[in-house]
């Protein structure tokens, strides 16, 4: 029988695409290697402290690396570009914030988008925020720290342009008028630093990261912007019985992965965070570092994020939040 070229060049084609048992026996196998979490803040943030608690559980469960590289700059949009840049086959995450939320309004003309390149993969922890001052401080409260910026020039430090400490900073400044400078870091281990060392005045701090530097007692926690007291912090009121009622929020971290990465690989990243976040150790642990676990399925943490850009998108563009 005489086969063609066309023919056999037809017979080629069909057999280099994947069939939906070779995707799954992919994923079965999934992983096979190392796998890199990139986390777009420098270590000893919250964000680091987050993902090497899961990082460490995933390596244990699957039998394979799990390391964790610290790429910061840019609002950590620098990491988010790299991840959106890697390979689709599950092998490359990146540890999301609030501030790649913010970014898609603070930076329209990143270098990627984040709800086109990048696919949320689970939600690691949600984190409440804390204003800090140093515990010499005549600032006592949230009044205080109102009257006090419209006296004498405050600084008020963040992890960088869009991160939670920035964009807290920026709610409670509209809502009171209070007048505060920005003051972006590269992460929000340097800006703690240079609040304990007296370079600048407040921090809407993520929890684990004050959590630490309230217990010893070197700054004094004037709220906190959960709709609760935190069980940590028991004696710090809210925001709201702090007399500022309207600035309530949480942060949170995500992992996630590029855009195209297999729906069942996605899946799989999913049920094993919810799985560690779920267990009585890392409960623990991760509650007294400060952090709330939850869990999420995909497609609840893809409607999280996507509700999360909506909101910072109205807030930045009705309180006029730019980045410094």
Known sequence: MKITRHLLIAIASVSMVPTHSTALAQSAAYPRKLIRIIVPFPAGGATDIMTRNIAQKL????????????????NGMIGADAVAKSQTDGYTYLAATIAHSANVSLFPKAPYQLQRDLQPAAIMGLIPQVPVVRADSAIQTLQDLVAVSKTKNLNGGSGGNGTAAHLGLELFKSATGAKIQHVPYKGGAPAMTDLLGGQIDVIFAQLPEGLPHVKSGRLRALAVTSDMRHPLLPDVPTTAEAGIPGIEFTSWNALMVPSGTPRDIVLKIN?????????????????????????????????????????????????GIKAD
């Open 59 to 74: 390596n244990e469960a699957w039998k394979q690396p799990v390391v964790v590289e610290n790429r910061a700059g840019a």
């Open 271 to 319: 049920a094993e965070v919810s799985r560690i976040s779920g267990t009585p150790d890392m409960r623990t642990r991760i509650i007294e570092q400060g952090f709330q676990p939850v869990a999420m399925s995909v497609t609840d943490t893809e409607n999280f994020v996507k509700a999360d850009v909506e909101r910072w998108a109205k807030v930045i563009r009705d309180t």
